[in-house]
């Protein structure tokens, strides 16, 4: 898990000295809001995908530079895919170090 930012830090405290309130105006909405997570977070399905060596080992390196199992990274990016809301962004990792990556793996 990666380590909170000073922003995060503040929130967290806040919220631990009881300062910050809900914005949930009715008991129906808060219920609302509690069915969807948990529809949104239930994993009940199993799947199973053949990729390549190469692309996993991207995975996990772009995973382990967020601090999360690539498990968690693959279903986030594909749930983002299937909502519509998937952004792509350029990785910090040179391709210098992807190439390290995939020599590694395919060591």
């Known amino acids: 898990m990666k380590k909170l930012d000073q922003y995060e830090k503040r929130i967290l405290s806040a919220y631990e000295r009881g300062e910050l309130k809900s914005v949930v105006t009715s008991e129906a909405s808060l219920r609302r809001y509690r069915d969807y997570a948990r529809a949104t977070l239930a994993k009940n399905r199993r799947v199973n995908i053949r990729m390549s060596t190469l692309d996993l080992a991207d995975i996990q390196a772009r995973a382990s530079e967020e601090g999360i199992p690539y498990q ?36």
Do not use: N, P, Q
């Not at 986030?76 to 350029?90: D, N």
């Not at 210098?96 to 990556?101: I, M, N, V």
């Open 72 to 107: 968690t990274l693959m279903a986030s990016v594909l749930h983002k895919f299937a909502t519509g809301r998937l952004i792509e962004r350029r990785s910090s990792l040179s391709s210098r170090s992807r190439r390290a990556a995939r020599k590694r793996t395919a060591a």
